[in-house]
């Protein structure tokens, strides 16, 4: 029996089969296999093809699907890209945007055949970067729209240096998935309980604590790495070696994708990624977490009128898991306005 202040919350994962209608795995290449994990929901209307951000997966965008495809009609293809999540392809850490951005168009010619439906492309983060490379690209022959996420290269490049100490004062892993949810909200990196709960289990995966691969992770948090997140680490998320006993086996969950390692594409993900957006002749999107993240070809290029711009209430950098139904309001209008898709009826399906 709860009272009140005592409660616990429910950090427990749910599944993804809650947001989306189906899940696939598609097989791209014949002689080499490539196995892609994808999500999708809708039967009608243009394609929504949503690409994460780095070290994410598809199911960063669970809930803000159920949220889209309640108000325009619409498909949804989310993606796991290389090296993340549960797809599976040889040179998982060659995470080049040429190489990802080929890997969106194969999986779209694989589900849709030659002659795709509308294509609206939407990108968060690295899965931005991507999308505004697929897009100048031509390598998706029907794309009506692009949609980016918090993804500028002026602040792009400032916070690529700190990167590398935002991973370092992660912990390196969990003792369980609930832990790891807990962690991800309490920390900031994901504002809203309801997309972590989906989400987290795409970031993490479980390993055994004898596991070679997962013995060197399993770490106490240092003191060093906690300064400043004290409140955080004193819950203790990060499993101890002295505490799992030889008796028992334990398991732990540590991050799927070692972001730390792709430091060499992270520059090429972002670099002329401004002008390279404002050359795509296709309607454009792009959504900010605040207003001091445009950089200065933007600027420029939103008062030309280039783009539609919007900058949502205060929300972390997963602007598509903080505020769903906000994102999927803006990409609604977006997409009406152009007459890209029909707003459905006030009734929900």
């Not at 009272?3 to 809650?18: A, I, L």
């Not at 949503?50 to 598809?58: E, K, N, V």
């Not at 939103?302 to 929300?315: I, S």
């Amino acid at each position: 029996l709860s009272h009140g202040v005592g409660r616990k919350r429910d950090y427990s994962p749910v599944s993804w089969s809650e947001y989306f209608e189906m899940m696939d795995d598609v097989v791209v290449g014949s002689v080499c296999v490539y196995v892609f994990r994808v999500y999708k929901s809708g039967q009608d209307g243009p394609l929504l093809v949503l690409l994460h951000g780095g070290g994410h997966s598809a199911l960063s965008w669970a809930v803000f699907t159920a949220a889209m495809t309640s108000r325009v009609t619409c498909r949804v293809l989310a993606m796991d890209l290389r090296g993340h999540g549960v797809t599976q392809v040889r040179h998982a850490d060659d995470l080049s945007t040429q190489t990802m951005s080929r890997d969106v168009a194969n999986v779209v010619r694989a589900t849709y055949g030659e002659v795709p439906p509308p294509i609206v492309l939407v990108g968060h983060s690295m899965g931005g970067a991507i999308a505004v490379h697929a897009a100048s690209g031509s390598l998706l022959p029907s794309v009506v729209g692009l949609v980016v996420i918090d993804v500028v290269e002026g602040s792009a490049m400032d916070v690529l240096h700190s990167m590398q100490n935002f991973l370092k004062g992660r912990p390196r892993s969990f003792k369980s998935i609930d832990h790891a949810i807990e962690w991800s909200v309490k920390s900031g990196q994901i504002r809203n309980l309801e997309s972590a709960k989906v989400s987290m289990v795409g970031q993490v995966r479980r390993c055994e604590v004898e596991d070679g691969d997962c013995a060197e992770q399993v770490s106490p948090v240092t003191e060093s790495v906690a300064e400043g997140h004290e409140e955080f680490y004193d819950l203790n998320y990060a499993t101890d070696k002295a505490e799992s006993t030889a008796s028992e086996p334990s398991s732990v969950y540590s991050w799927k994708i070692d972001l730390s390692k792709a430091e060499k594409y992270w520059d090429g993900w972002f670099r002329g990624i401004s002008n390279l957006f404002l050359s795509c002749n296709v309607p454009k999107l792009l959504l900010l977490a605040g207003i001091d993240r445009l950089d200065r070809d933007l600027t420029i290029g939103q008062m030309q009128g280039k783009f539609m711009m919007q900058v949502l209430p205060p929300c972390g950098h997963a602007v598509h898991e903080d505020t769903p139904d906000k994102v999927a309001d803006a990409l609604a209008g977006f997409m009406t306005r152009h007459k890209i898709a029909e707003p459905r009826s006030e009734t929900k399906r």
